[in-house]
Nanobody, 128 residues
Framework: QVQLLESGGGLVQAGASLRLSCSASGRAFSTLVMGWFSQPPGKEREFVAAIASNGFSSYYSDSVKARFTISRDNAKNTVYLEINSLEPEDTAVYYC?????????????????????WGQGTQVTVSS
């Protein structure tokens, strides 16, 4: 089992930057592919970014590629999502996810699969 705990969300003004953190426990962090998803109000959860277990590779949703950066620190069992130039449209609950199924599967992670793990989410609200 893997436990994920997000932090760093809050209310921010448009144009600001924010760094979300997700700490993991329960399984060797360096074996897990990590990712972030967002769920805007009234919408489905959607993939944002993924990073390989060794941190050397990452990929992003086309809609966020320019302003979002995912990174990880395996010594701290933590993955980060930095968001620059925040826009009101970025308002969402951001979820940290982990998968043991492989790098290319992260974007398709689900809450139903036993090898996919999810945090409780952290709210980001961007005011205009």
């Amino acid at each position: 089992q893997v436990q994920l705990l997000e932090s760093g969300g809050g209310l921010v003004q448009a144009g600001a930057s924010l760094r979300l953190s997700c700490s993991a426990s329960g399984r060797a962090f360096s074996t897990l592919v990590m990712g972030w998803f967002s769920q805007p109000p009234g919408k489905e959860r959607e993939f944002v970014a993924a990073i390989a277990s060794n941190g050397f590779s990452s990929y992003y949703s086309d809609s966020v590629k320019a302003r979002f950066t995912i990174s990880r620190d395996n010594a701290k069992n933590t993955v980060y999502l930095e968001i620059n130039s925040l826009e009101p449209e970025d308002t969402a609950v951001y979820y940290c996810a982990a998968t043991a199924r492989g790098f290319n599967v992260m974007s398709a992670a689900t809450t139903d699969h036993p090898d996919d793990y999810w945090g409780q989410g952290t709210q980001v609200t961007v005011s205009s």
